[in-house]
C-alpha cells in the first residue's frame, strides 16, 4: 500500500523513487502504476519542462527500472506502452524491453519498426538488433 501512495504523490521525484522501491520487490506487480509514472515524467517534460539536469535524470531512469518487469513474463501493461499515442513513452518502453534482453520481446517490437515517428522506429531497430535474430 505504501509504494502505491508513493507512485501516485503529485510530486514527480517521489513517484520514480517509489517506482524504483517496487520494481526492486516484485517488478510485475506494479506494471500498471509504472507506466502510469512514465507517462507523467514524459507529461511533465512537455508541458511544464523542468531544470533540464532533474528531468534528463527522471526520464534516464525510467527503461532502467522499467527493464526489470521485462526480465520474465512481460506484463501487459508494458507491453501496452509499446502502442502509447506519445512517441516518447514508446521510446522509453522499447529501450526498457531492450536492456532486460528478453527475447519474447521481439514480437511486440517488430511493429514498431514502421512507426510514424523515424526515431522510435530507430529505437525498435535497434532494440530488436540487441535482442538477435527473430527467427531462432
Known sequence: AVLRQLMTSDDLEIRVSG??????????????????????????????PPPVSEQRSLAASLPRLLSRQGRGPIPAALLDGLADSEPHVRRIVIEALALAGNPD???????LTKDRDIMTRAAATKAIGRLGPIDR
Not at 24 to 33: D, H, L, S, T, V
Not at 105 to 111: F, T
Open 105 to 111: 520481446a521481439e514480437q511486440g517490437l517488430k511493429p
Open 19 to 48: 517506482l524504483e522501491l517496487a520494481t526492486r520487490r516484485n517488478p510485475a506487480r506494479f506494471a500498471r502504476e509504472s507506466m502510469d509514472v512514465v507517462r507523467s515524467v514524459v507529461r511533465q517534460s512537455q508541458t511544464d
